[in-house]
């Protein structure tokens, strides 16, 4: 068996979690390939021998024979992981090292509860959707999201028009800070944030939900994700902000967006006695009230 390791950071609070992770793999002779910069900061906070460790960078030198790719941080983390990962099928198993994560269930502090299941095959897999966009003009690195593709204004407190059409119709001008085009999985993100519903992420929709509209009767809407839509801005400075996820790029508004849904989808590995609706009451403190 072999599993790849990708984090952020880690710190002293987990350092006893680490130690006992590694040992255990080490225990059952699982091979290892650590993200280079990531083995960086392991080395510098357990005493392990990582000598015989492979490392990989990138999605080009993701090795393909990996059983499991365990991430170590919050969702971001795998948002992050997703521009490595891609499109290879491989489970991503996310351990929660931070406050929030709908993603990344698995809190390092229990690990070990469900680290035997994992590692003998027995979790379930989520399957999650991916968008895709495409512009007329500038190459966009990776231009996948998993959570949200957004669009909004830069260097400028004025607000921008966003035509958005579907299939070729035309929908609504957004006069608004920006646009969020998300997934299910996305839902529960920025989206959530600025009044978007939480969709289940087995239904096959995108949520537009629009940032600060000024008009209050345009409400985010839920459309088919085999939808193509189309965004052109308009901006007084002329520019605006794409974001993949947390990604950003800055575009002139002579350059207009295709979105579709991605040709795949990334594998998110679960604990079976785990649910998507354990984890909405579980971190939107639904019945946290007594009365319920």
């Known amino acids: 068996m072999k599993i790849a390791v990708y984090g952020l950071k880690a710190g002293e609070e987990q350092k006893e979690q680490f130690e006992a992770f590694f040992q255990e793999l080490h225990k059952k002779k699982i091979q290892l390939t650590i993200e280079s910069e990531f083995l960086e900061i392991l080395k510098n906070l357990i005493p392990f021998d990582f000598s015989e460790t492979e490392t990989f960078t990138s999605y080009e030198n993701l090795q393909k024979d990996i059983d499991l790719f365990f991430t170590f941080g919050g969702d971001g983390t795998i948002l992050s992981a997703a521009t490595i990962i891609q499109d290879k099928k491989i489970p991503v198993v ?16 229990v690990l070990f509860e469900s680290l035997e299941n994992i590692l003998s095959g027995n979790y379930k897999i989520s399957k999650r959707s991916l968008i895709e966009v495409h512009s007329d003009e500038d190459e966009i690195e990776f231009p996948f999201a998993l959570n949200e593709i957004t669009v909004t204004r830069r260097e400028t407190t004025s607000m921008i028009t966003v035509e958005a059409f579907l299939n070729g119709e035309f929908l609504n001008a957004f006069w608004a800070d920006g646009l969020i085009v998300s997934t299910p999985t996305g839902s529960t993100g920025y989206s959530l944030s600025c009044g978007g519903p939480i969709v289940h992420p087995d239904n096959h929709t995108f949520i537009i939900t629009p940032i600060a509209p000024h008009n209050l009767n345009v409400r985010p809407l839920t459309i088919p994700d085999n939808s193509e839509i189309e965004l052109k801005i308009e901006s007084r400075v002329g520019e605006y902000f794409l974001s993949l996820d947390s990604r950003n790029k800055p575009l002139s508004t002579k350059v207009k967006l295709k979105l579709k849904k991605a040709g795949f989808h990334l594998h998110i590995a679960e604990p079976k006695d785990k649910s998507y609706l354990m984890t909405l009451r579980d971190k939107m403190f639904w019945g946290s009230d007594k009365r319920n």
Do not use: K
């Open 94 to 109: 996310g351990v929660n090292t931070g406050r929030l994560g709908f993603l990344a269930t698995i809190n390092i502090e």
